[in-house]
C-alpha cells in the first residue's frame, strides 16, 4: 500500500465501522471464546481492534505490524508466566491483521503457522463475515496454544483481561 493509500485509509475508511463490525455481543461472544480457549493451555490471548492510525502515524512511517508490536506492548502481553501470550491486532482502515507472539510462542510456531490464521480471518472479513473470522482467529491460536502449551488439565490463573480492545 502506498503512502498515498495509506492516507486515504487511515483519513476516510475504518473509523466509522469498528462498532458495526464488533457490536457489543460479538465483543461478548469473543470473550468467551478467549476465555474457553484460554482453559487447554497455558497461554495467553488478547485481541484489539483499531479503526485506524493517526495522519502523524502514518507520516511517520507506522506501519500496522510495528502498531501492533507497540499494542502488545501496552496491554502486557509480553508478561506472562510462560512467554507465551498472543495479540490478535486488526487495522480496520488498512484491512491489515497482524498476529504478534511472545517469545515463547514464537520459538516453536512457524511464521507461516500464523500467516494461516490470518489468511483464514481475512477471508472471513472480505466476505462480510466479521463474527466467523475473529472467532475462526481466536480458535486457530488456541489450537496452537494448546498444542505447544498444553494445560493438561491444570487449572491456572487468567493473567491478562479477556474482553477484546477497541482502540
Not at 469498528?18 to 461472544?29: A, K
Request: hydrophobic share 45%; charged share 20%.
Amino acid at each position: 500500500m502506498t503512502l498515498a493509500q495509506r492516507l486515504f485509509a487511515n483519513l476516510f475508511q475504518g473509523w466509522f465501522q469498528i462498532h458495526r463490525r464488533f457490536p457489543s455481543d460479538l465483543l461478548d461472544d469473543m470473550t468467551a471464546a478467549i476465555a474457553d480457549g484460554e482453559h487447554t493451555h497455558l497461554g495467553e490471548v488478547r485481541f484489539a481492534i483499531e479503526s485506524r492510525l493517526s495522519l502523524h502515524a502514518v507520516l511517520t512511517g507506522l506501519d500496522a505490524q510495528t502498531r501492533a508490536r507497540q499494542v502488545f506492548g501496552q496491554l502486557g502481553v509480553w508478561d506472562t508466566e510462560h512467554n507465551c501470550g498472543v495479540l490478535l491486532y486488526l487495522l480496520l482502515a488498512e484491512h491489515r491483521i497482524e498476529i504478534v507472539a511472545d517469545r515463547g510462542i514464537a520459538k516453536r510456531v512457524k511464521p507461516e503457522e500464523w500467516a494461516a490464521i490470518c489468511a483464514g480471518m481475512q477471508q472471513g472479513f472480505a466476505a462480510g463475515q466479521w463474527r466467523a473470522g475473529a472467532l475462526h482467529g481466536i480458535t486457530e491460536v488456541h489450537a496452537l496454544l494448546a498444542r505447544h502449551f498444553p494445560s493438561h488439565g491444570k487449572a491456572r490463573p487468567d493473567e491478562l483481561p479477556d474482553r477484546p480492545v477497541l482502540l
